[in-house]
């Protein structure tokens, strides 16, 4: 929730904040976890100022997973609602998520192996990202 955190600081603070964000700028991947339970105000206001923080930083987009989280708290048409709203229907780096029942967490690991290997195949062969699988679980 780094944007809610940033949006509550005083500006000269969040100058600070950004030298650590632009670590990111280093990441083989960035999971952009969205609280998909927000009212659209919000959660439009939120994802805006990710986007927008990580397009300053110079971070490919191609890096991001989207991980809509709180699947558990809303109904499927609102679910469907908000991807049109933030524009992420046709992304197909994005995973519907409840980390308190753990629903499709298995599918976000899968699409952070994929997205790892497919960014550097030659990097990895078959069969040898147990280090992927040992640090996210199976």
């Not at 923080?53 to 908000?82: C, H, S, W």
């Amino acid at each position: 929730d780094t944007v809610g955190f940033i949006s509550k600081l005083p500006a000269y603070m969040i100058d600070a904040f950004k030298s650590t964000l632009e670590e990111l700028t280093y990441s083989d991947i960035i999971i952009l976890v969205i609280d998909i339970s927000d009212s659209q105000l919000e959660l439009k206001k939120k994802f805006a100022s990710c986007m927008r923080t990580l397009d300053e930083l110079g971070v490919k987009k191609e890096k991001i997973i989207f991980a809509l989280n709180k699947l558990d708290l809303i109904k499927q048409d609102q679910i469907n609602y908000k991807r049109e709203l933030l524009n992420l229907v046709e992304n197909e780096k994005v995973v519907l998520v409840s980390s308190k029942t753990g629903e499709n967490i298995r599918e976000l690991k899968e699409l952070i192996q994929n997205t790892i290997i497919n960014q550097n195949p030659y990097k990895y062969k078959k069969n040898e990202m147990k280090g992927v699988v040992d640090t996210f679980g199976n």
